[in-house]
T-cell receptor, first 114, second 115 residues
Framework: QKEVEQDPGPLSVPEGAIVSLNCTYSNSAFQYFMWYRQYSRKGPELLMYTYSSGNKEDGRFTAQVDKSSKYISLFIRDSQPSDSATYLCAMSGAGGTSYGKLTFGQGTILTVHP | GAGVSQSPRYKVTKRGQDVALRCDPISGHVSLYWYRQALGQGPEFLTYFNYEAQQDKSGLPNDRFSAERPEGSISTLTIQRTEQRDSAMYRC?????????????FGPGTRLLVL
């Protein structure tokens, strides 16, 4: 079983829809949770970062972390065609040499059609 | 400013050959990371450096894989005696420091194909 599980989709939604993307994880040592966006033939770029449990909002994007359930989510409001990409969750531990090691989910392919 | 650069962008090699993949991080970035990304998968951690020191190499698949960053800037990932299963996108990332809250900036990757 992988440490981080993410439904690969693909997910197809109409423009303006609310999108929900999710990951589950098994390693209780994970403390830092990120969402990366990857456009086709490009490297991943950081979208949002959250430490421990709670919510974080940035414009149309909201990240949620529920450590008790080992479950994280990314919500996209008023989705746009430009949001079409692969969304990757990533996680990291809190100490020692695990600092720099990101563990990624498989990625969810999202298409927002006009 | 310039981002992370990697070379070559594409590498085709025959099974059994050695390959060297280069990463040039963002200027001044202390930490440098190597990942491997298979098609349709997320990046898989290989190793990372703070300055010239290799902090964690737990993700290197076997002893055919090695990495170095001798002067704390450019890094080279070397794969000896390549095998077809080594074919993948190899990505490098850098961050200003080694803390997880510091953004890792990814390069465009090197697509390796082993025939």
């Amino acid at each position: 079983q992988k440490e981080v599980e993410q439904d690969p989709g693909p997910l197809s939604v109409p423009e303006g829809a609310i999108v929900s993307l999710n990951c589950t994880y098994s390693n209780s040592a994970f403390q830092y949770f990120m969402w990366y966006r990857q456009y086709s033939r490009k490297g991943p770029e950081l979208l949002m970062y959250t430490y421990s449990s709670g919510n974080k909002e940035d414009g149309r994007f909201t990240a949620q972390v529920d450590k008790s359930s080992k479950y994280i989510s990314l919500f996209i409001r008023d989705s746009q065609p430009s949001d079409s990409a692969t969304y990757l969750c990533a996680m990291s531990g809190a100490g020692g040499t695990s600092y720099g090691k990101l563990t990624f989910g498989q990625g969810t392919i999202l298409t927002v059609h006009p | 400013g310039a981002g992370v650069s990697q070379s070559p962008r594409y590498k085709v090699t025959k099974r059994g050959q050695d390959v060297a993949l280069r990463c040039d991080p963002i200027s001044g970035h202390v930490s440098l990371y190597w990942y491997r990304q298979a098609l349709g998968q997320g990046p898989e951690f290989l190793t990372y450096f703070n300055y010239e020191a290799q902090q964690d190499k737990s993700g290197l698949p076997n002893d055919r894989f090695s990495a170095e960053r001798p002067e704390g800037s450019i890094s080279t990932l070397t794969i000896q005696r390549t095998e077809q299963r080594d074919s993948a996108m190899y990505r490098c990332a850098s961050s200003s420091g080694g803390r997880p809250q510091e953004t890792q900036y990814f390069g465009p990757g090197t697509r390796l194909l082993v025939l």
